[in-house]
Nanobody, 117 residues
Framework: QVQLVESGGGLVQPGGSLRLSCVGSGLIPRIGYMAWYHQGSGEQRELLAR???????NYSDSVKGRFTITKDNAKARVYLQINSLKPEDTGVYYC???????????WGQGTQVTVSS
């Protein structure tokens, strides 16, 4: 069983920055990619950024230039640096792990980010 735990959310003023972290544990199969999603109030969950096990990154157009996804060499650890935060960035940020062979998806419980003055 795979567990993902996010951290790093909080209340921040517009223009501020946050660094979100996600740590995986348990019996983790080969990773295809890890990703960060955002879900605003009453909205669908949307993909923000993902990083392959080979380090290749992809971003949604809405966050290019402001968000940076990275991972460290330890297995199943992924980070999201968020800069120039806007009120519309408010919501729950979820970590996702997508496995390589079976294409299974695992999710964390989410971390709340609130951007407000």
């Amino acid at each position: 069983q795979v567990q993902l735990v996010e951290s790093g959310g909080g209340l921040v003023q517009p223009g501020g920055s946050l660094r979100l972290s996600c740590v995986g544990s348990g019996l983790i199969p080969r990773i295809g990619y890890m990703a960060w999603y955002h879900q605003g109030s009453g909205e669908q969950r949307e993909l923000l950024a993902r990083i392959g096990d080979d380090g290749v990154t992809n971003y949604s157009d809405s966050v290019k230039g402001r968000f940076t996804i990275t991972k460290d060499n330890a297995k199943a650890r992924v980070y999201l640096q968020i800069n120039s935060l806007k009120p519309e960035d408010t919501g729950v940020y979820y970590c996702n792990l997508h496995t390589y062979y079976l294409g299974e998806d695992y999710w964390g419980q989410g971390t709340q980010v609130t951007v407000s003055s």
